[in-house]
């Protein structure tokens, strides 16, 4: 079996980045769920600082598998850190859409000139 769903013509469909746009819808879902039956709504029931903490154990992980230079690893590792991203986000409100609007305000802008622009230094 794949992991790929198939567009209505019945061709695989390539993963793409709107992964992240219904695995928001989804975490947004189970926001205020039964935290026996969903792992998500238990993570949101517990707090913004044991989400933050879930946050940066994924990212400290993610780190490790990347020194390590264990490709498969960080893609996992990768994953988990995204998807509990999303759940920090749903977790204090935040719309993902206000995020891509910040990136997209910073397409095409220097790195460097981007950071001196910042105000809150």
Avoid: F
């Avoid at 975490?27 to 935290?35: H, L, V």
């Avoid at 969903?38 to 044991?50: C, F, H, M, P």
């Avoid at 020194?67 to 498969?72: E, L, P, Y």
């Avoid at 790195?111 to 230094?121: L, M, S, V, Y």
């Amino acid at each position: 079996m794949s992991d790929q769903s198939e567009n209505a013509d019945g061709a695989a469909k390539q993963p793409d980045a709107d992964i992240l746009t219904r695995l928001a819808a989804a975490i947004a879902a189970r926001k205020g769920g039964d935290p026996t039956q969903s792992y998500t709504a238990k993570l949101l029931g517990d707090g913004i600082e044991k989400c933050a903490q879930k946050l940066g154990e994924e990212a400290v992980e993610t780190v490790i598998a990347a020194v390590a230079g264990n490709r498969d690893e960080t893609v996992s590792e990768s994953a988990d850190i995204l998807y509990h991203l999303l759940v920090v986000w749903a977790a204090m409100g935040i719309d993902p859409a206000e995020v891509y609007a910040e990136l997209a305000r910073r397409e095409g802008v220097s790195g460097i000139a981007e950071k001196a622009g910042r105000t809150n230094q």
